[in-house]
């Protein structure tokens, strides 16, 4: 069973940057996929980008492209999302998720474990 925390949300105003982390414990960190997903009120959750377990792939949403940044450090247990440029409509709840595969999955459903989430708030 691994358990997720994220870390990093926060007030920011339209066009600042905010960096996202998600620790990992309870498992073997490097076997697993890992993935950043947002939910607005009122809207379905959604992928934000995707890493492989050793990190060489990479997968963005297309709104994400440019400005969002995915990575991980495997010797810390954790995966960070930068986020540059923000926007009003990228306030969200934001969610770590791993998945059981070294692949990059686009779909909620393809992961097992997540996190409880951190607020995510850009103001214009």
């Known amino acids: 069973q691994v358990q997720l925390v994220e870390s990093g949300g926060g007030l920011v105003q339209t066009g600042g940057s905010l960096r996202l982390s998600c620790a990992a414990s309870g498992g073997t960190f490097n076997v697993y996929a890992m993935g950043w997903f947002r939910q607005a009120p ?67 459903s393809e992961y097992d474990f997540w996190g409880q989430g951190t607020q995510v708030t850009v103001s214009s």
Do not use: H, P
């Open 42 to 108: 009122g809207k379905e959750r959604e992928l934000v980008a995707a890493i492989s377990n050793g990190g060489v792939n990479r997968y963005y949403a297309d709104s994400m492209k440019g400005r969002f940044t995915i990575s991980r450090d495997n010797a810390k247990n954790t995966v960070y999302l930068q986020m540059n440029s923000l926007k009003v409509e990228d306030t969200a709840v934001y969610y770590c998720a791993a998945r059981r595969s070294a692949w990059v999955g686009v779909l909620s």
